[in-house]
């Protein structure tokens, strides 16, 4: 028994296209209905048509990512018992189809944050990176939010100005888009206007009051979610951090440990991102899978190499500061205590998370993280160090 191998697919328009996902040696797609508008139902004939594409190649769908939690959702606002019900009937309907995972968040505005998404690794590949003196200079500099000055020391606003200065036109154009790409159906060019209109709708919300609207939201959906057979695994916060005067409430071990107290329930679990969750150095990625085990229904495996300044970029699988061996070891632990339980889902889904531009796909125009080549790395580094690991424990 191992973890089910899977892999990201953007739908038909990826570049990468399930024939090189199942010649990856992947078995399982996660993927998403991305052609449907954020709120909108995921009709049963939706959801099979999809299935059926991926079935006919060989391959299963074996988890959701995402269905999108609205803003209206996160921010509290009047309508969001409406976009409830909506995703209630997703998960309803996702059920009904036998998929029996969904992946989500509950990040304000920003699904992620990069500053560099084809940042220059000493081997000639490319990464994503987080630069924290670049994002202050977009935020101070560029986007100008009202009261950023707040949320910066003195000495950290003078490196980011001087950063600022000496970046052209294009960088600070390259730098703005590589910042909103982290917003839902950001192939739309969003002006920095509008992308302030949607920040400006959080400016009245406190971490606290983020948790509040978490908390009612799963209230909502778990009992429906256990009602269909379906698992709800969150998504860590990307990076770990509050960012543009936003909340974050899914970036601790203390994070997690209060949403799955906020309502206890087997199919109220996480989406263990070792990428996310490693890029806060207080994390114990390997202590957090011993201790949320049974609550992980999902993997993203991924490391990051870390500064001391926040800063951050996405190394090779096995590098940068994830014990990614011991993650998987407690990993197989865990999925061999379901096992000797009779749990059903005693082989957790993962997926080798994002991956550097290398060797061919260097040429060619991929969604950021998710090269064919660069994933396919990871995949066969992970699938080693798994079958390894299993051997010495058997």
């Known amino acids: 028994?191992?973890?089910?191998?899977?892999?990201?697919?953007?739908?038909?328009?990826?570049?990468?296209?399930?024939?090189?996902?199942?010649?990856?040696?992947?078995?399982?797609?996660?993927?998403?209905?991305?052609?449907?508008?954020?709120?909108?139902?995921?009709?049963?004939?939706?959801?099979?048509?999809?299935?059926?594409?991926?079935?006919?190649?060989?391959?299963?769908?074996?988890?959701?990512?995402?269905?999108?939690?609205?803003?209206?959702?996160?921010?509290?606002?009047?309508d969001r018992d409406h976009y409830i019900e909506v995703f209630q009937e997703c998960i309803r309907n996702l059920g009904a189809c036998g998929i029996k995972t969904i992946c989500y968040n509950f990040m304000p505005v920003l699904d992620w944050t990069r500053t560099h998404l084809e940042y220059l690794i000493e081997d000639g590949s490319t990464a994503l990176r987080f630069d924290s003196t670049a994002f202050a200079a977009f935020e101070l500099y560029i986007l100008k939010r009202p009261g950023s000055n707040a949320d910066y020391d003195e000495a950290t606003q003078q490196k980011a100005k001087a950063y600022y200065a000496q970046l052209s036109e294009e960088e600070r154009l390259t730098l703005q888009r590589s910042i909103i790409a982290g917003l839902p159906g950001s192939d739309k060019n969003y002006s920095l206007e509008e992308f302030q209109q949607q920040?400006?709708?959080?400016?009245?919300?406190?971490?606290?009051?983020?948790?509040?609207?978490?908390?009612?939201?799963?209230?909502?959906?778990?009992?429906?979610?256990?009602?269909?057979?379906?698992?709800?695994?969150?998504?860590?916060?990307?990076?770990?951090?509050?960012?543009?005067?936003?909340?974050?409430?899914?970036?601790?071990?203390?994070?997690?440990?209060?949403?799955l107290q906020a309502v206890d329930s087997p199919?109220?679990?996480?989406?263990?991102?070792?990428?996310?969750?490693?890029?806060?150095?207080?994390?114990?990625?390997?202590?957090?899978?011993?201790?949320?085990?049974?609550?992980?229904?999902?993997?993203?495996?991924?490391?990051?190499?870390?500064?001391?300044?926040?800063?951050?970029?996405?190394?090779?699988?096995?590098?940068?500061?994830?014990?990614?061996?011991?993650?998987?070891?407690?990993?197989?632990?865990?999925?061999?205590?379901?096992?000797?339980?009779?749990?059903?889902?005693?082989?957790?889904?993962?997926?080798?998370?994002?991956?550097?531009?290398?060797?061919?796909d260097l040429r060619k125009k991929t969604n950021p993280g998710y090269t064919a080549i660069g994933r396919l790395r990871g995949l066969a580094e992970l699938r080693g160090l798994e079958m390894g690991i299993a051997l010495t424990l058997a």
């Open 199 to 259: 920040l400006d709708q959080y400016k009245n919300i406190s971490e606290d009051q983020l948790r509040a609207n978490l908390s009612y939201f799963l209230e909502k959906i778990i009992p429906v979610a256990e009602e269909s057979g379906v698992q709800m695994a969150i998504h860590p916060d990307d990076p770990p951090r509050p960012l543009l005067g936003l909340p974050r409430v899914v970036s601790t071990e203390a994070d997690a440990q209060a949403l």
């Open 267 to 360: 199919v109220n679990g996480l989406t263990f991102c070792t990428g996310s969750y490693g890029a806060h150095p207080a994390n114990d990625l390997p202590a957090m899978v011993e201790k949320f085990g049974n609550k992980i229904h999902f993997l993203h495996l991924r490391s990051v190499q870390r500064e001391a300044d926040g800063s951050f970029y996405e190394a090779n699988h096995l590098e940068g500061d994830a014990n990614m061996y011991q993650v998987v070891k407690a990993v197989i632990k865990e999925m061999r205590r379901r096992k000797a339980e009779g749990r059903l889902d005693d082989q957790i889904p993962m997926r080798p998370d994002h991956g550097h531009k290398m060797l061919d």
């Open 1 to 78: 028994m191992s973890m089910e191998q899977t892999w990201r697919w953007y739908g038909p328009n990826d570049p990468v296209s399930l024939s090189d996902i199942r010649q990856a040696g992947a078995t399982g797609i996660v993927t998403a209905l991305h052609q449907l508008a954020v709120g909108e139902v995921w009709t049963v004939e939706a959801i099979e048509e999809r299935k059926k594409i991926i079935e006919d190649a060989g391959l299963r769908w074996s988890v959701v990512e995402s269905v999108p939690v609205v803003e209206s959702i996160k921010s509290g606002a009047a």
